[in-house]
């Protein structure tokens, strides 16, 4: 692939290990990546993109026209139709291999920029990429598990089995949120079961997956066969989704766009996989281990400030134990230290631009005009440039109920709703009563109500005494306006095949 020379600027990064200058952003504009070229888009624009700890401009990133979006669908379909296709799982699993170490030896670079780019604290931004080397070596491991099956239909001279197929160029639209893991999490089923991709970043946070991108030459993946188009997404995304070449569009992010991203790929009848949002409950009983409930209610509140899809954002909690629970929860969150991501003691850094900080905002103003009594918590240490930063503390939203506005829409940010509740029947059912059905969590000691609330509760993932955290070999997906398919695991790689059932009868 030809590459031009690139520059990158200084920042000085405090090393949960130790304090250093890395140069992790570069200087020059980002580029797209298609086929074997990295260029500036066809229209010469670009956009900028900010770090969220102090407003600045990051860096300048080249934005992809519809002639550019078009040159890498072409690309990725040459690339499948003439080898790609064609690989074996040997081929296809050494590569997603080599592409983890190298993973792996450029996590802590790849996190920092990710710290810089999204806001989260540098101790958030290692854990969370830490697990991703093993997923690329976990669907490189599964690749043959894609294999079919003979059935033994009526006839005894037919010969009646399936096989399994690649889908062809599959489009991975990502958030702006977690942009280094949901792109690898889409990545890796998509390339294992011998698609090539067309990755479109979030415009908003680029930087991580275009530095990701970099390893994809280096691990010697062929030409076309990973390529990278920045932009919106009603200019980039929707040129991807309505193109006709394209087979599988893989979206996370937003229940808005994801249904207007089912409506575009209706026209040619396109596989979609949506992750989209949440407002997830955490059912608190009174027989439940209040202070590890509480440790898992403020963990979900200062995670990446509350920008996480599966956060549980709506508390129930049981009349009887509400007082002690708010007193337990409360004590941890006044004690969270907000302040700059490159500090190793930042608990929690800014949400990730100026329009989701007023959008936030806008929630909590909305949710005191309903009655709603929000309280803010958290020790704030904003110095210097920090101060411009797009800072919220972590803030409940006290006397709550389930109908609330703002208990009922996904605020995306560290704000959760508190709501009592009298019993196991009223708590199912205002847990249920939403249009979002991504996760939810329940702490009780009693086992028969622990399987009945599972059974009951209208939700993709659940989780019984412990948080939902998701785990690249077990499926992720939700109910309900939560989305469509799985992600993750087994089922991830399904979703990116196609069934083909073959019928030889060998009589002739």
Same mark, same amino acid.
């Given at each position: 692939?030809?590459?031009?020379?690139?520059?990158?600027?200084?920042?000085?990064?405090?090393?949960?290990?130790?304090?250093?200058?890395?140069?992790?952003?570069?200087?020059?504009?980002?580029?797209?990546?298609?086929?074997?070229?990295?260029?500036?888009?066809?229209?010469?624009?670009?956009?900028?993109?900010?770090?969220?700890?102090?407003?600045?401009? +990051?860096?300048?990133?080249?934005?992809?026209?519809?002639? *550019?979006?078009?040159?890498?669908?072409?690309?990725?379909?040459?690339?499948?139709?003439?080898?790609?296709?064609?690989?074996?799982?040997?081929?296809?699993?050494?590569?997603?291999?080599?592409?983890?170490?190298?993973?792996?030896? *450029?996590?802590?670079?790849?996190?920092?920029?990710?710290?810089?780019?999204?806001?989260?604290?540098?101790?958030?931004? +290692?854990?969370?990429?830490?697990?991703?080397?093993?997923?690329?070596?976990?669907?490189? #491991?599964?690749?043959?598990?894609?294999?079919?099956?003979?059935?033994?239909? #009526?006839?005894?001279?037919?010969?009646?089995?399936?096989?399994?197929?690649?889908?062809?160029?599959?489009?991975?639209?990502?958030?702006?949120?977690?942009?280094?893991?949901?792109?690898?999490?889409?990545?890796?089923?998509?390339?294992?079961?011998?698609?090539?991709?067309?990755?479109?970043?979030?415009?908003?946070?680029?930087?991580?997956?275009?530095?990701?991108?970099?390893?994809?030459?280096?691990?010697?993946?062929?030409?076309?066969?990973?390529?990278?188009?920045?932009?919106?997404?009603?200019?980039?995304?929707?040129?991807?989704?309505?193109?006709?070449?394209?087979?599988?569009?893989?979206?996370?992010?937003?229940?808005?766009?994801?249904?207007?991203?089912?409506?575009?790929?209706?026209? *040619?009848?396109?596989?979609?996989?949506?992750?989209?949002?949440?407002?997830?409950? +955490?059912?608190?009983?009174?027989?439940?281990?209040?202070?590890?409930?509480?440790?898992?209610?403020?963990?979900?509140?200062?995670?990446?400030?509350?920008?996480?899809?599966?956060?549980?954002?709506?508390?129930?909690?049981?009349?009887?134990?509400?007082?002690?629970?708010?007193?337990?929860?409360?004590?941890?969150?006044? %004690?969270?230290?907000? /302040?700059?991501?490159?500090?190793?003691?930042?608990?929690? /850094?800014?949400?990730?631009?100026?329009?989701?900080?007023?959008?936030?905002?806008?929630?909590?103003?909305?949710?005191?005009?309903?009655? %709603?009594?929000?309280?803010?918590?958290?020790?704030?240490?904003?110095?210097?440039?920090?101060?411009?930063?797009?800072?919220?503390?972590?803030? +409940?939203?006290?006397?709550?109920?389930?109908?609330?506005?703002?208990?009922?829409?996904?605020?995306? #940010?560290?704000?959760?709703?508190?709501? /009592?509740?009298?019993?196991?029947?009223?708590?199912?059912?205002?847990?249920?009563?939403?249009?979002?059905?991504?996760?939810?969590?329940?702490?009780?000691?009693?086992?028969?109500?622990?399987?009945?609330?599972?059974?009951?509760?209208?939700? /993709?993932?659940?989780?019984?005494?412990?948080?939902?955290?998701?785990?690249?070999? %077990?499926?992720?997906?939700?109910?309900?306006?939560?989305?469509?398919?799985?992600?993750?695991?087994?089922?991830?790689?399904?979703?990116?095949?196609?069934?083909?059932?073959?019928?030889?009868?060998?009589?002739?």
């Amino acid at each position: 692939m030809r590459s031009h020379p690139r520059k990158s600027s200084p920042f000085i990064c405090r090393s949960p290990r130790k304090e250093r200058r890395m140069n992790v952003i570069d200087s020059n504009p980002y580029e797209l990546l298609i086929g074997e070229t990295w260029r500036a888009g066809a229209e010469g624009r670009t956009f900028d993109t900010f770090n969220p700890a102090n407003a600045q401009v +990051l860096a300048r990133v080249h934005e992809a026209s519809a002639a *550019d979006v078009d040159a890498a669908v072409q690309a990725a379909h040459a690339a499948y139709e003439t080898h790609w296709r064609k690989t074996t799982p040997t081929q296809r699993g050494k590569l997603l291999r080599r592409l983890a170490d190298l993973f792996e030896r *450029d996590r802590e670079k790849l996190a920092w920029i990710e710290t810089l780019n999204v806001g989260k604290p540098i101790t958030h931004s +290692l854990d969370s990429l830490k697990a991703m080397p093993e997923s690329l070596e976990y669907f490189a #491991g599964i690749i043959p598990a894609l294999r079919g099956e003979t059935i033994p239909v #009526g006839n005894a001279d037919v010969l009646n089995f399936t096989i399994r197929e690649p889908l062809g160029v599959c489009a991975l639209i990502m958030p702006w949120n977690y942009p280094m893991t949901l792109t690898i999490n889409k990545l890796g089923p998509a390339l294992a079961a011998g698609n090539t991709v067309i990755i479109k970043p979030s415009e908003v946070t680029p930087l991580s997956t275009m530095a990701l991108a970099r390893l994809f030459e280096e691990a010697g993946f062929p030409p076309g066969v990973i390529n990278v188009v920045n932009g919106s997404g009603a200019a980039v995304g929707e040129r991807l989704v309505s193109h006709p070449l394209v087979a599988r569009v893989s979206f996370t992010g937003g229940t808005v766009t994801g249904a207007r991203i089912m409506a575009a790929a209706a026209g *040619d009848v396109k596989r979609v996989t949506l992750e989209l949002g949440g407002k997830s409950p +955490l059912i608190v009983f009174e027989d439940a281990p209040l202070d590890k409930a509480a440790a898992v209610a403020a963990g979900d509140i200062i995670k990446n400030s509350g920008q996480v899809c599966i956060a549980c954002t709506r508390l129930l909690i049981q009349d009887p134990v509400r007082d002690e629970f708010l007193g337990l929860l409360q004590q941890r969150l006044d %004690a969270v230290r907000v /302040g700059s991501p490159a500090d190793p003691a930042t608990e929690m /850094g800014p949400v990730v631009s100026a329009a989701q900080m007023q959008r936030v905002e806008q929630y909590i103003r909305l949710a005191g005009a309903e009655g %709603a009594k929000p309280v803010r918590h958290g020790r704030m240490a904003l110095e210097g440039e920090m101060a411009k930063g797009f800072f919220v503390p972590p803030t +409940l939203l006290l006397n709550s109920h389930g109908r609330m506005q703002s208990a009922q829409d996904e605020i995306f #940010g560290p704000v959760q709703s508190v709501i /009592g509740f009298a019993d196991e029947a009223e708590a199912l059912r205002i847990a249920n009563d939403t249009r979002y059905g991504l996760a939810a969590v329940l702490y009780t000691r009693d086992g028969g109500r622990a399987l009945r609330m599972a059974r009951g509760l209208q939700s /993709g993932s659940v989780a019984i005494n412990t948080g939902v955290r998701t785990s690249f070999d %077990a499926p992720f997906g939700g109910y309900k306006q939560s989305g469509i398919g799985k992600e993750r695991g087994l089922e991830a790689i399904y979703e990116n095949t196609q069934l083909k059932n073959i019928k030889y009868d060998t009589a002739i």
